[in-house]
């Protein structure tokens, strides 16, 4: 049996990154233990009110590594290898004692809201915190409970970061994604990124097994994070193999260490399928659109959909010209967060189910008596000739069907306004998650004018959900 390390909420608003430490960790260990697999990034529930930025914790496992190890990142020219399996080691609390003074050195204490918290533990804690964490709301209690016995745990200050180190040891994937990390030299953190677009594009074309890469509706890349933090750039992707390849494609500055993380991104794990629409949580809602869409101040388009609203928000940008274009009838699976003021589902994918028709009138009818044109008598009332009153009834006219601009199918954000945790479509075709149509809108078409002059190709929008206002989840029980 191997030690599971868990780590969280050592970073803030204003810098620093958990992955970060997760690397000094790995240097650190490396030198007298071996790392078991790949390091994990767990993303928990994206709609905690006290959350940093991401919602991520790191998991590590050390042993006496057996079989061929192969290389998973390098930190200061030092190739960092990992074994498929390993052997246990027993210095649970040696191991302990080193971790701490990492987290004291580079957690951003002097923040209010960062409360780390760590664990070294011989096993894992039962699947069911995991569950919790990514889709619901932890006590520090219930998670601490999960781990009695297991090993040492410790925190600081609050130590809410706890929860998210328990939780991140916990996860025994079902699906799961990789990526790659680049981290700054430290001289560089704080300064502003170099990164060459074009080069972000090109890597996105020749691996296409990596996603979220390019925002192609609004132009720039998304591969590197606005803040002040550690991190240079990030490509996900579903196969670790070719990570380091598509990583070597970005021109611009120089990454001073990287490391591949085995992730939870993208599976759409926060997603609860049969649970009522409650806040903090993601819920899958099918429904009928009964309202006509309305935009709100600041450019928000709301529309109601059976029990509840659901909004896309102006960041989702392109997107909310989807919801704009629904009508009274629609039928559609809404997925995204509860929000409990106002009350409304935080809309992170559609599906059009089935789109009701629109009819247009080309003409009124002619009498069936005197053969002159009729006039109408008003809505849904019919028709009546001028000539010898002779009534026609509504459906004698001539009718033509409306092309809606919105039809059956998935449909998402631009890459740019996207979830970690939400499966975007390349992973929903690739995966057989869905058997409807997904539909090249603006954030494709835009792509494609791009890459003409880099001869490429690469991803586009999607959605997903279900309505039931008195089941539970499975997982969580929630």
């Not at 909420?9 to 620093?16: A, E, F, I, V």
């Not at 925002?215 to 002040?228: L, Q």
């Not at 940008?317 to 809404?334: E, H, M, T, W, Y």
């Not at 002779?390 to 449909?411: C, N, S």
């Amino acid at each position: 049996m191997v030690l599971w390390i868990g780590v969280d909420d050592t970073d803030s608003l204003q810098g620093m990154c958990t992955t970060f430490l997760a690397t000094e960790i790995v240097r650190d260990l490396t030198e007298d233990f071996d790392l078991i697999g790949y390091p994990r990034l767990v993303r928990l529930n994206p709609n905690i009110p006290w959350k940093t930025r991401g919602n991520g914790a790191v998991c590590m496992r050390f042993g006496e590594g057996v079989g061929r190890p192969f290389v998973v990142g390098s930190i200061a020219g030092r190739p960092i290898q990992a074994y498929s399996r390993g052997r246990t080691i027993s210095e649970q609390a040696a191991v302990a004692d080193r971790i701490a003074p990492l987290v004291e050195r580079w957690s951003r204490f002097d923040d209010s809201t960062t409360n780390p918290g760590f664990a070294v533990l011989r096993g894992q804690p039962t699947p069911t915190l995991y569950w919790r964490a990514v889709r619901g709301v932890v006590s520090k209690r219930s998670a601490k409970a999960s781990a009695r016995g297991l090993g040492v745990v410790r925190s600081y200050k609050n130590g809410r970061g706890l929860i998210g180190a328990l939780a991140a040891i916990a996860w025994r994937p079902r699906d799961r994604t990789y990526e790659i990390l680049t981290y700054r030299a430290l001289e560089a953190w704080s300064t502003e990124r170099r990164i060459a677009p074009e080069s972000v594009i090109r890597m996105d074309h020749d691996f296409p097994s990596t996603f979220n890469n390019y925002d192609y509706a609004n132009d720039r890349a998304v591969i590197a994070p606005r803040s002040p933090c550690p991190i240079l750039f990030g490509i996900r992707g579903d196969d670790p193999a070719v990570l380091p390849a598509a990583m070597s494609i970005i021109d611009g500055e120089r990454p001073e260490r990287w490391l591949i993380f085995e992730t939870n991104q993208g599976t759409d794990d926060h997603v609860m399928s049969r649970a009522s629409p409650r806040p903090h949580l993601t819920v899958r809602l099918e429904g009928d659109v009964s309202s006509l869409p309305r935009v709100l101040a600041g450019g928000h388009v709301v529309v109601r959909v059976g029990p509840i609203d659901i909004t896309a928000y102006e960041p989702s940008k392109q997107f909310r010209s989807v919801v704009r274009n629904l009508l009274p009838g629609d039928r559609v699976i809404a997925m995204g967060a509860v929000r409990a003021s106002p009350a409304t589902l935080n809309l992170e994918k559609l599906c059009v189910v089935s789109a009701v028709s629109v009819v247009r009138k080309v003409s009124n009818p002619l009498c069936p008596a005197c053969g002159k044109r009729t006039k109408s008598l008003g809505r849904s009332a019919g028709f009546r000739c001028p000539r010898c009153r002779t009534l026609v009834p509504r459906d004698a006219a001539r009718w033509e069907a409306v092309e809606r601009p919105l039809a059956p199918g998935w449909y998402e954000p631009p890459v740019g306004s996207r979830r970690h945790l939400s499966m975007p479509i390349k992973r929903m075709l690739r995966s057989s998650h869905t058997a409807l149509p997904v539909h090249v809108g603006l954030a494709a078409q835009a792509r494609e004018a791009l890459l003409r002059d880099l001869r490429g190709t690469s991803p586009m929008p999607l959605g997903t959900g279900l309505l039931n206002s008195e089941a539970r989840d499975p997982e969580t029980g929630l």
